[in-house]
């Protein structure tokens, strides 16, 4: 083929890995049972996978964005905000959501080749619709909502969220709203479907990075680094140490990231175990 392409190619160790994960796939998996796995998924399964890792043009490593969203393959023909790979670079380090290149600019002669240590899992929902799906993320949904947020992050993006769990939410409120009788989930979704959007919106807006950019958690720093939000002027100071990244607002304690890295089509998710303080 003539074609200029890049391809972002996965290790079979991380190959083998991804598919162990999938369900049905047999224990214990080799080189060669793997192979046979391979064989009994979907043709429109594995398509997807392998689409999701090539770019319609030749981007060296040495171009590949400092942080941005790529269209891949899977992305021709459908919505812009599918079918994208978030992209980092910094100097000679570049990762594609959350594999890390490990050997750039294989040559080919219809494209150039990237070698990989993950395979990049295809993300299928929002943001909006990642959260509404989460039973742990019933109060954010409810707050998005009643802020007239929710369709803003179904929208191109790409976004970091830090994304506070119903406990968290419900713990806030009471610190917050003393006299407002919160003490369960039910109270606390009463109590936010009624709110004042002015009031709900700069508190979403501060737990979301501004500059549409994506942040997974092996690129927050190991020093303390301030990160704008979308509440301006407010930041957050976030860290890592690590695998396990913080985040602070207003005061001294921080906001623990207890699940990371949820993938969507437009951007990444943080689920924090607080409520980040103005």
Same mark, same amino acid.
């Given at each position: 083929?003539s074609a200029n392409l890049t391809v972002f190619a996965t ?7 991804? /598919?162990?994960? %999938?369900?049905? $796939? ?5 080189? +060669? *049972?793997?192979? #046979?796995? !391979? &064989? ?96 742990? /993320?019933?109060? %954010?949904?409810? $707050? ?5 947020? +929710? *369709?803003?992050? #179904?929208? !191109? &993006? ?68 301030v990160l704008n939000t979308l509440n301006t002027p407010r ?44």
């Amino acid at each position: 083929a003539s074609a200029n392409l890049t391809v972002f190619a996965t290790t079979d160790a991380a190959f083998i890995s991804f /598919l162990q994960g %999938l369900p049905g $796939a047999p224990a214990g998996l080799t080189e +060669a *049972t793997a192979i #046979t796995f !391979v &064989g009994t998924l979907a043709p429109t399964t594995v398509r997807d996978i392998l689409f999701y890792h090539v770019i319609t043009s030749r981007v060296a490593a040495s171009a590949v964005p400092e942080n941005g969203a790529v269209a891949t393959l899977l992305a021709t023909g459908t919505a812009p905000v599918a079918g994208r790979v978030f992209a980092r670079r910094s100097g000679t380090t570049v990762r594609i959501n959350e594999a890390t290149v490990t050997t750039a600019d294989v040559q080919a002669r219809n494209g150039i080749v990237h070698i990989i240590d993950n395979v990049l899992d295809v993300p299928t929902t929002t943001i909006t619709a990642t959260a509404d799906a989460n039973a742990e /993320l019933d109060l %954010l949904t409810a $707050a998005l909502t009643r802020a007239n947020l +929710a *369709t803003t992050f #179904t929208g !191109v &993006g790409p976004w970091t969220v830090f994304a506070p769990t119903d406990a968290a939410i419900i713990s806030f409120l009471q610190e917050a709203f003393p006299m407002a009788g919160i003490t369960d989930e039910a109270s606390a979704l009463t109590f936010i479907s009624g709110a004042d959007a002015t009031v709900l919106t700069p508190i979403l807006q501060a737990h979301v990075i501004s500059g549409n950019r994506v942040l997974f958690a092996i690129d927050v720093p190991t020093a303390s680094t301030v990160l704008n939000t979308l509440n301006t002027p407010r930041s957050v100071t976030a860290l890592r140490t690590g695998s396990n990244v913080t985040v602070i607002g207003a005061g001294t304690t921080a906001s623990n990231v207890v699940i990371a890295n949820v993938l969507t089509t437009n951007g990444v998710v943080h689920v924090i175990a607080r409520v980040i303080r103005l």
